[in-house]
């Protein structure tokens, strides 16, 4: 079982930044790659980041590349995302997933736990 926390999320102006973070108990976190996703009202979960167990490989979704980046410490057991020139589009609420391998997923369904998410609210 692996139990995931999320933090940092709330209100930025469009063009700041903001710091997603999320915490990791249970089983070897470094068994596990990691992964942000986000779900904004009316919308299905989707996709925004991902990183393999020891943080050498990464992959996003074209629409927050060369905005957003995630890393990982495995000693802290932790994962982060960082938000940079956000924008109104951006607005949802924010997930952190484990999925056990080396590599890094996309799909929802290969990761296994989830954190409750952290809300992340760009205003225009």
């Known amino acids: 079982q692996v139990q995931l926390v999320e933090s940092g999320g709330g209100l930025v102006q469009a063009g700041g930044s903001l710091r997603l973070s999320c915490a990791a108990s249970?089983?070897?976190?470094?068994?596990?790659?990691m992964g942000w996703f986000r779900q904004a009202p009316g919308k299905e979960r989707e996709f925004v980041a991902a990183?393999?167990?020891?943080?050498?490989?990464?992959y996003y979704t074209n629409s927050v590349k060369g905005r957003f980046t995630i890393s990982r410490e495995n000693a802290k057991n932790t994962v982060s995302l960082q938000m940079n020139s956000v924008k109104p589009e951006d607005t949802a609420v924010y997930y952190c997933?484990?999925?056990?391998?080396?590599?890094?997923?996309?799909?929802?369904?290969?990761?296994?736990?989830w954190g409750h998410g952290t809300q992340v609210t760009v205003s225009s």
């Open positions: 997933a484990a999925g056990y391998g080396r590599s890094w997923y996309v799909q929802v369904s290969a990761y296994e736990y």
């Open positions: 249970g089983r070897t976190f470094s068994s596990y790659a």
């Open positions: 990183i393999n167990w020891s943080g050498g490989s990464t």
